[in-house]
């Protein structure tokens, strides 16, 4: 019995496809697998040659396969191994994803007695590859959108203030949805107010501004907590007139609209994407603007207590610094206060002037560590301490400046209040004009005289901060002569600190100004000069700290 004829059956039994040809292209052996996957099969009779209906294979793409390029037909021409390519066959099964390779067959003197190829039906592995590929594919695509929506997000997070907030938030919503327009409406009293809006021109706005809260029907439905599609608002039946007209104008088509809800189910107001084409967001996109929504009413609310206590804290800071300053007749003293211009950014700055009972004049300026209402607290019992340590008492000497730091030190530690927390100590003396200088850890004054350039004084006066005195570097007091007409500024760091800029950029900013006003050679009104100074130094716009100024001139 022949070889082909012992091993026929067995090969008959693999689940791929085998052929054997001879040299000269005639078949040796085809397995049933062939016969039944490319039927009819020509495996071709006698010694004529196996027959290829090519019209029934292509490209992976497509296209038609060369002339003398399948494998077995290089293997064939070449004399060498072709390694597995990829086709589609068009056969009875439908289209079905196939590899195929060839190899020579050597016998032991290494000449080639026949070639080998063999042929596996890929189909399942391919589409199990390809859905594979579309599940990955999509995998990304949200890890992508997710990725997205945390930087947007991020964006959001990072404004404080409520009007910058929502103006974010409308952006937002657009770029996740894909609408044109994006209107915020935010609920007052029970009435909705157009707020933030995307997209829109002033004049768009002011119309939309004026639809009476009934008509807003989107809206209105948000409250109750519905979202709302309108796919195209020219067939929509029962939209109010004066929302109809409004969308008009806005030449807006289609509409969708989300609540904002609270943690406890409160709605605060609804956002409005407008498209000026009938669409709609997919799930996809809507589940994107839900969340992001249930977020910024989260931030909504946050930002409102921020406003809040923002609002109180100011209130309290400006009743405890809009106490009367001592009239100095051979001086002129000024203050100035700004608060924080956002967030919680009202703190504990905070000065204190007082004549103490053998003329002196005690000046101190501090800096409360922290913002907020605590903050502010602090600062009105530290600011209480220092005055009730300089009023007058029988047979007790005024407390210098070095005497009054440590006290004041004392008293952080005892009540565990203010640790941390610089202050800068200074008298002055109507005599002699002498001034004695102590600072815990403070921003050194700044001295303007008429002729040298001005310099910041405290030298060997600076020591650590109150309620470390004990345990760092204590301060020693210096003195030096205030000349007539010199000005002695006092500040916190509000004033020179901006984000991301080295402090000397801005003391450097401070001397400049302080020369510029005080170096004219004419008395000028030193309140005005604190203002003006502020603004120059501390725009509202570069920072969110609080400001506070102490300015004192010996008189001419």
Same mark, same amino acid.
């Given at each position: 019995m022949r070889s082909?004829?012992?091993?026929?059956?067995?090969?008959?039994?693999?689940?791929?496809?085998?052929?054997?040809?001879?040299?000269?292209?005639?078949?040796?052996?085809?397995?049933?697998?062939?016969?039944?996957?490319?039927?009819?099969?020509?495996?071709?009779?006698g010694d004529r040659?196996?027959?290829?209906?090519?019209?029934?294979?292509?490209?992976?793409?497509?296209?038609?396969?060369?002339?003398?390029?399948?494998?077995?037909?290089?293997?064939?021409?070449?004399?060498?191994?072709?390694?597995?390519?990829?086709?589609?066959?068009?056969?009875?099964?439908?289209?079905?994803?196939?590899?195929?390779?060839?190899?020579?067959?050597?016998?032991?003197?290494?000449?080639?007695?026949?070639?080998?190829?063999?042929? +596996?039906?890929?189909?399942?592995?391919?589409?199990?590859?390809?859905?594979?590929?579309?599940?990955?594919?999509?995998?990304?695509?949200?890890?992508?959108?997710?990725?997205?929506?945390?930087?947007?997000?991020? &964006?959001?997070?990072?404004?404080?203030?409520?009007?910058?907030?929502?103006?974010?938030?409308?952006?937002? +919503?657009?770029?996740?949805?894909?609408?044109?327009?994006? =209107?915020?409406?935010?609920?007052?009293?029970?009435?909705?107010?157009?707020?933030?809006?995307?997209?829109?021109?002033?004049?768009?706005?002011?119309?939309?501004?004026?639809?009476?809260?009934?008509?807003?029907?989107?809206?209105?439905?948000?409250?109750?907590?519905?979202?709302?599609?309108?796919?195209?608002?020219?067939?929509?039946?029962?939209?109010?007139?004066?929302?109809?007209?409004?969308?008009?104008?806005?030449?807006?088509?289609?509409?969708?609209?989300?609540?904002?809800?609270?943690?406890?189910?409160?709605?605060?107001?609804?956002? +409005?994407?407008?498209?000026?084409?009938?669409?709609?967001?997919?799930?996809?996109?809507?589940?994107?603007?839900?969340?992001?929504? &249930?977020?910024?009413?989260?931030?909504?609310?946050?930002?409102?207590?921020?406003?809040?206590?923002?609002?109180?804290?100011?209130?309290?800071?400006?009743?405890?610094?809009?106490?009367?300053?001592?009239?100095?007749?051979?001086?002129?003293?000024?203050?100035?206060?700004?608060?924080?211009?956002?967030?919680?950014?009202?703190?504990?700055?905070?000065?204190?002037?007082?004549?103490?009972?053998?003329?002196?004049?005690?000046?101190?300026?501090?800096?409360?560590?922290?913002?907020?209402?605590?903050?502010?607290?602090?600062?009105?019992?530290?600011?209480?301490?220092?005055?009730?340590?300089?009023?007058?008492?029988?047979?007790?000497?005024?407390?210098?400046?070095?005497?009054?730091?440590?006290?004041?030190?004392?008293?952080?530690? =005892?009540?565990?209040?203010g640790l941390a927390?610089?202050?800068?100590?200074?008298?002055?003396?109507?005599?002699?004009?002498?001034?004695?200088?102590?600072?815990?850890?403070?921003?050194?004054?700044?001295?303007?005289?008429?002729?040298?350039?001005?310099?910041?004084?405290?030298?060997?006066?600076?020591?650590?901060?109150?309620?470390?005195?004990?345990?760092?570097?204590?301060?020693?007091?210096?003195?030096?002569?205030?000349?007539?007409?010199?000005?002695?500024?006092?500040?916190?760091?509000?004033?020179?600190?901006?984000?991301?800029?080295?402090?000397?950029?801005?003391?450097?900013?401070?001397?400049?100004?302080?020369?510029?006003?005080?170096?004219?050679?004419?008395?000028?009104?030193?309140?005005?000069?604190?203002?003006?100074?502020?603004?120059?130094? =501390?725009?509202?716009?570069?920072?969110?700290?609080?400001?506070?100024?102490?300015?004192?001139?010996?008189?001419?």
């Amino acid at each position: 019995m022949r070889s082909e004829e012992l091993l026929g059956p067995l090969f008959d039994q693999v689940p791929v496809g085998l052929l054997a040809v001879r040299p000269d292209g005639t078949v040796l052996l085809a397995n049933r697998w062939l016969h039944k996957f490319f039927e009819p099969f020509d495996a071709g009779a006698g010694d004529r040659p196996l027959h290829m209906d090519r019209r029934r294979i292509s490209l992976p793409d497509g296209r038609p396969v060369p002339p003398g390029s399948l494998p077995l037909e290089r293997c064939l021409s070449e004399g060498r191994e072709v390694s597995r390519q990829e086709y589609l066959y068009h056969g009875v099964l439908g289209d079905r994803s196939i590899s195929v390779d060839a190899v020579p067959v050597r016998g032991e003197d290494g000449a080639i007695i026949a070639y080998a190829s063999t042929v +596996v039906d890929e189909t399942v592995n391919r589409r199990f590859l390809d859905q594979l590929g579309e599940i990955q594919q999509e995998l990304d695509t949200h890890v992508r959108e997710l990725s997205r929506v945390h930087r947007l997000i991020e &964006r959001l997070s990072s404004r404080s203030e409520l009007g910058e907030l929502l103006a974010e938030t409308a952006e937002v +919503v657009a770029a996740l949805d894909g609408a044109d327009l994006v =209107a915020i409406f935010l609920q007052h009293e029970g009435e909705l107010k157009l707020t933030a809006s995307y997209g829109m021109t002033q004049e768009q706005i002011e119309l939309v501004d004026a639809v009476e809260t009934r008509d807003l029907y989107t809206s209105r439905r948000s409250l109750l907590g519905l979202p709302t599609t309108l796919v195209d608002v020219n067939t929509e039946p029962g939209l109010p007139p004066a929302y109809r007209e409004a969308l008009r104008a806005l030449d807006a088509i289609s509409v969708y609209s989300i609540p904002l809800p609270s943690a406890d189910g409160t709605v605060l107001g609804s956002v +409005v994407s407008c498209f000026r084409s009938v669409r709609m967001p997919s799930p996809h996109q809507r589940q994107l603007v839900e969340t992001c929504g &249930r977020i910024v009413a989260q931030l909504i609310i946050n930002a409102r207590v921020r406003a809040r206590d923002r609002d109180v804290a100011a209130s309290l800071q400006h009743s405890m610094m809009q106490g009367r300053m001592p009239e100095v007749p051979w001086g002129e003293l000024a203050t100035f206060y700004r608060a924080g211009s956002t967030g919680m950014y009202v703190g504990g700055d905070w000065y204190n002037a007082s004549l103490l009972a053998d003329g002196r004049l005690s000046l101190v300026i501090g800096d409360v560590v922290g913002h907020g209402i605590d903050a502010v607290g602090t600062m009105g019992r530290m600011r209480s301490a220092v005055r009730a340590y300089t009023l007058p008492a029988a047979g007790t000497a005024p407390p210098g400046p070095l005497q009054l730091a440590t006290l004041l030190d004392h008293w952080c530690t =005892a009540t565990d209040s203010g640790l941390a927390s610089t202050a800068c100590f200074a008298d002055i003396d109507p005599a002699t004009f002498r001034c004695t200088l102590a600072s815990a850890g403070h921003l050194a004054p700044l001295l303007v005289e008429s002729g040298p350039t001005p310099r910041f004084v405290h030298g060997d006066a600076l020591g650590a901060p109150l309620g470390l005195l004990s345990e760092g570097e204590q301060p020693t007091e210096i003195s030096f002569h205030l000349p007539r007409g010199a000005t002695l500024l006092f500040y916190t760091d509000g004033l020179v600190e901006r984000r991301g800029e080295d402090i000397g950029k801005g003391l450097k900013r401070l001397a400049e100004a302080a020369m510029r006003e005080l170096r004219t050679g004419e008395e000028v009104d030193l309140g005005g000069v604190c203002e003006r100074i502020a603004r120059e130094c =501390a725009p509202e716009a570069a920072t969110a700290d609080d400001v506070a100024m102490m300015a004192f001139r010996i008189r001419r």
